[in-house]
């Protein structure tokens, strides 16, 4: 999937890329190219939790612990962030699941996250239409992607069957 080349931080932020990278302990990491369904899906989380009140933003990048910037397709603050590239974990990060991700990526990514301290982690997958929460370590499959007395998303809103 990715090509991982080494670059100094400084180099790192300061270069723009055809396509948004992370940057992973001096890596820099190219990101799965996203499908009409990934942008669908991308575009109606956002819509949600911006209905819900939640400051949304769609690939913002986050400055991380340990020199890791990381891009969520989707991610919501209870508050305005304060710089650019926020280094105060959001409320909630979603990840959509691109065709050419790897599942021990993915995993790796979800765990950065949580050490960063986001609360809510979500991973949708277009592929085998499902839905997943990761917490404690884990990712569990859900039909309900919840923030307790904001949002209630169900499988059935982002998959919705063809007529």
């Given at each position: 999937?990715?090509?991982?080349?080494?670059?100094?931080?400084?180099?790192?932020?300061?270069?723009?890329?055809?396509?948004?990278?992370?940057?992973?302990?001096?890596?820099?990491?190219?990101?799965?190219?996203?499908?009409?369904?990934?942008?669908?899906l991308?575009?109606?989380?956002?819509?949600?939790?911006?209905?819900?009140?939640?400051?949304?933003?769609?690939?913002?990048?986050?400055?991380?612990?340990?020199g890791?910037?990381?891009?969520?397709?989707?991610?919501?603050?209870?508050?305005?962030?304060?710089?650019?590239?926020?280094s105060?974990?959001?409320?909630?990060?979603?990840?959509?699941?691109?065709?050419?991700?790897?599942?021990?990526?993915?995993?790796?990514?979800?765990?950065?996250?949580q050490?960063?301290?986001?609360?809510?982690?979500?991973?949708?997958?277009?592929?085998?239409?499902?839905?997943?929460?990761?917490?404690?370590?884990?990712?569990t499959?859900?039909?309900?992607?919840?923030?307790?007395?904001?949002?209630?998303?169900t499988?059935?809103e982002?998959?919705?069957?063809a007529?």
């Open positions: 999937m990715a090509t991982k080349v080494m670059v100094p931080l400084a180099d790192y932020l300061s270069t723009s890329y055809e396509h948004d990278r992370e940057y992973v302990h001096g890596e820099v990491v190219e990101r799965g190219m996203p499908t009409y369904t990934h942008a669908r991308q575009g109606e989380i956002y819509f949600r939790l911006r209905m819900a009140g939640l400051i949304a933003a769609t690939e913002l990048r986050l400055a991380m612990t340990g890791v910037y990381r891009i969520p397709d989707v991610c919501a603050f209870l508050n305005e962030p304060q710089t650019e590239v926020p105060d974990p959001p409320l909630v990060v979603v990840e959509i699941v691109s065709p050419d991700d790897r599942y021990s990526e993915l995993k790796a990514k979800l765990r950065e996250y050490e960063f301290g986001v609360p809510h982690i979500w991973v949708v997958d277009p592929q085998d239409q499902t839905c997943s929460v990761f917490e404690t370590g884990r990712l499959e859900v039909d309900v992607l919840q923030l307790e007395g904001r949002l209630t998303l499988r059935q982002l998959f919705p069957k007529e």
